[in-house]
């Protein structure tokens, strides 16, 4: 329902964790660096002339915030984080 969620469990503040949704974007507006990038830089050169652009498909995953703040994308739960019953809903 896209709440950020946490484990009363876990030791550091402000941590959460939340859905992030799919998406569909030009390859053209991916981050330098990023794989898909790369393999897209090759299409759009054979595909320069046509203006046809090839799009990234970026999967849901799940996100979170640590406790020092910075974001962790495509965080992995643990066993113990999938099986847990502390789960609370955040504001």
Known sequence: D??????EGWNGKG????????????AKHAKDGHAA?????????????TGDYHQIRL?????????DGSMVVGWLASQTDMLANDWVLLP
Request: glycine share 4%; no cysteine.
């Open 2 to 7: 896209g709440h950020k969620v946490a484990r």
């Open 37 to 49: 990038k790369h393999r897209a830089i090759e299409v759009e050169k054979h595909n320069a002339e």
């Open 59 to 67: 999967l849901p995953h799940i996100d979170m915030r640590s406790a």
């Open 15 to 26: 941590m959460w964790i939340a859905l992030t949704p799919g998406s569909l974007f030009d």
